[in-house]
């Protein structure tokens, strides 16, 4: 099978993943509580060690153990921590939030627009109604930080623009994954099956999540489903991308730059969710991040050996 084929197979299986919101349907909300964080510590372990036991030594065998394989390792965590940074963005997996300065109607304040759910999601019903907003409208709160202490209040918006930044924010970063997991094909079909059984790990949870932000925020869960499907297609859009630019230069940079961005969202992202939520809860969450961490080390071992 050619490394074409291969790209184009995976990047649909990707996308298809974005339909697991779905499958909330038919679980109850207290199992989805009680799964949702030990997926999200299993997705960081996953990430991680594919970054550490796969990508990082991949790049250090196609460009030779040089510098520009640890700027590149750099550039791509510092690239992500420069978005959170400086456009004030975190794709949160347990709830979203997005934070913006505004110097117009609160000066001197820093202006919170977070969904209210905290890190609780959610079961949909079982109807085809959204649950907690009408189709039209959706509830989000502004927390405005002064120095006499934080306010909150709540605001309706009609059209929810929230949900339309989750699915463009999504498509973004399911193209740069796609980038990345095509280049690891590009360089070895076992590189590109553990970069994508990373992603995969990373997907599920994050999916399941903003599936259940975008019926709170007030669409039926067709229009979830099927928008939220469309935003996933633009993995297998950079894996192509990745696949033609690589007819003319070497795309071989993408993969320590793709472990950058592997070890940023498992350390800075995932990791912080599943930390402090009991010690029952952190036994489990320590144990399937380790999970991660093995069967990714396991993987490295059944193709290269120690």
Same mark, same amino acid.
């Given at each position: 099978?050619?490394?074409?084929?291969?790209?184009?197979?995976?990047?649909?299986?990707?996308?298809?993943?974005?339909?697991?919101?779905?499958?909330?349907?038919?679980?109850?909300?207290?199992?989805?509580?009680?799964? &949702?964080?030990?997926? &999200?510590?299993?997705?960081?372990?996953?990430?991680? *060690?594919?970054?550490?036991?796969?990508?990082? +030594?991949?790049?250090?065998?196609?460009?030779?153990?040089?510098?520009?394989? =640890?700027?590149?390792?750099?550039?791509?965590?510092?690239?992500?921590?420069?978005?959170?940074?400086?456009?004030?963005?975190? #794709?949160?997996?347990?709830?979203?939030?997005?934070?913006?300065?505004?110097?117009?109607?609160?000066?001197?304040?820093?202006?919170?627009?977070?969904?209210?759910?905290?890190?609780?999601?959610?079961?949909?019903?079982? /109807? /085809?109604?959204?649950?907690?907003?009408?189709? /039209?409208?959706?509830?989000?709160?502004?927390?405005?930080?002064?120095?006499?202490?934080?306010?909150?209040?709540?605001?309706?918006?009609?059209? +929810?623009?929230?949900?339309?930044?989750?699915?463009?924010?999504?498509?973004? #970063?399911?193209?740069?994954?796609?980038?990345?997991?095509?280049?690891?094909?590009?360089?070895?079909?076992?590189?590109?099956?553990?970069?994508?059984?990373?992603?995969?790990? #990373?997907?599920?949870?994050?999916? &399941?999540? /903003?599936?259940?932000?975008?019926?709170?925020?007030?669409?039926?869960?067709?229009?979830?489903?099927?928008?939220?499907?469309?935003?996933?297609?633009?993995?297998?859009?950079? *894996?192509?991308?990745?696949?033609?630019?690589?007819?003319?230069?070497?795309?071989?940079?993408?993969? +320590?730059?793709?472990?950058?961005?592997?070890? =940023?969202? *498992?350390?800075?992202?995932?990791?912080?969710?599943?930390?402090?939520?009991?010690?029952?809860?952190?036994?489990?969450?320590?144990?399937?991040?380790?999970?991660?961490?093995? &069967?990714?080390?396991?993987?490295?071992?059944?193709?290269?050996?120690?």
């Amino acid at each position: 099978m050619s490394i074409l084929l291969w790209i184009i197979i995976f990047g649909l299986l990707m996308s298809c993943i974005a339909l697991v919101g779905g499958v909330t349907l038919m679980l109850r909300e207290k199992f989805i509580q009680a799964i &949702i964080l030990p997926l &999200i510590a299993f997705a960081a372990g996953s990430l991680i *060690g594919g970054a550490t036991f796969h990508m990082i +030594p991949s790049a250090i065998k196609s460009m030779g153990n040089v510098i520009a394989v =640890y700027l590149w390792l750099d550039f791509g965590f510092l690239l992500f921590f420069g978005i959170e940074q400086f456009l004030h963005w975190h #794709h949160s997996h347990t709830h979203t939030h997005l934070q913006f300065n505004s110097t117009q109607q609160h000066p001197n304040t820093s202006m919170v627009l977070q969904q209210r759910e905290g890190p609780r999601i959610q079961a949909p019903s079982l /109807d /085809d109604e959204p649950i907690s907003a009408s189709k /039209d409208t959706t509830t989000v709160s502004i927390d405005v930080e002064a120095p006499q202490g934080a306010q909150s209040e709540t605001y309706v918006h009609p059209n +929810p623009p929230l949900s339309w930044l989750i699915l463009l924010a999504d498509g973004l #970063h399911n193209l740069i994954g796609g980038m990345f997991v095509g280049a690891a094909f590009i360089d070895s079909i076992e590189l590109g099956l553990s970069a994508w059984l990373a992603a995969a790990a #990373h997907e599920v949870p994050q999916e &399941i999540g /903003d599936f259940a932000i975008l019926i709170h925020g007030g669409w039926s869960k067709r229009k979830a489903l099927l928008l939220n499907f469309i935003s996933a297609l633009t993995f297998p859009l950079g *894996g192509l991308i990745a696949y033609a630019a690589s007819k003319s230069l070497n795309v071989t940079f993408l993969i +320590p730059f793709a472990a950058g961005n592997f070890l =940023y969202i *498992g350390a800075s992202d995932l990791i912080p969710e599943v930390k402090h939520h009991g010690a029952k809860e952190g036994v489990i969450n320590f144990f399937s991040f380790t999970a991660g961490l093995a &069967i990714l080390l396991g993987i490295r071992v059944a193709i290269n050996g120690w």
